[in-house]
Structure formats: C-alpha cells, structure tokens
C-alpha cells in the first residue's frame, strides 16, 4: 500500500492541527494504521495505532486526550486530530501502515513520506 500524508504546518502551542494521510494499492481496510512522530535529533516514536476496523485506538501516554486518529475506509483515509498542541509536539509526522495493529515500528511495512508539524510556543 502506498501512503502519502499531508496536513502539517506552524501552529502556535495550544492549537490545532488536522493530518491526514491516503493511502493507495492495496485493500486499505485490511490494514491497521499507525502514526509516528520524528523530532529533530531523536529515534522515531510511536504516537497512535487503529485496527483495520477502526474500532480500536491506542495512544502513546503523552498524547492522550489531545490527539484522536481516526479512519475512513470507504476513502481509503487515516486521519490525525491534534489539539492542544504542544512545542513537543513539534516533529515530523509519518503515518504507516502494517498487517498488524501494532505499536512497533518494525511491524510497519509502509510508510508514508512526513509532515512536518511545527509548534510555536
């Protein structure tokens, strides 16, 4: 499956910000969907993971609350939702995806290629 995510930009710290991510190729609902955050100078993290169904999320700590990823199937669509944004937050922004639902990265097989999120503080 190919991805392409979009949606990044300069926010100030406490707003928000919408990322979306298409994905092509493959049959999209097959696939559990992650988001992973890189800021400058760090390893890739993990932030969020949904089942192929979309009925089941998990969040990394730090973004609970704040973040809510979501999916359109019949699009063929994974979206991220970030409110409250905080200059930590700030990282480029990939979204993947893997025949699993799963929150390691080496369990994604495609990746799509960043947005890059900016927080002004």
């Known amino acids: 499956v190919q991805l392409q995510a979009f949606g990044g930009g300069l926010v100030q710290a406490g707003g928000s910000l919408r990322l979306s991510c298409a994905a092509s190729?493959?049959?999209?609902?097959?696939?559990?969907m992650g988001w992973f955050r890189q800021a400058s100078g760090k390893e890739r993290e993990f932030v969020v993971a949904?089942?192929?169904?979309?009925?089941?999320?998990y969040y990394q700590n730090s973004v609970k609350g704040r973040f809510t990823i979501s999916r359109d199937n019949a699009k063929n669509m994974v979206y991220l939702q970030m409110n409250s944004l905080k200059p930590e937050d700030a990282a480029v922004y990939y979204c993947?995806?893997?025949?699993?639902?799963?929150?390691?990265?080496?369990?994604?097989?495609?990746w799509g290629q960043g947005t890059l999120v900016t927080v002004s503080s």
């Open positions: 993947a995806a893997s025949s699993l639902f799963s929150i390691r990265k080496s369990d994604y097989g495609s």
């Open positions: 190729g493959r049959t999209f609902s097959n696939y559990g």
């Open positions: 949904i089942n192929p169904t979309g009925s089941s999320t």
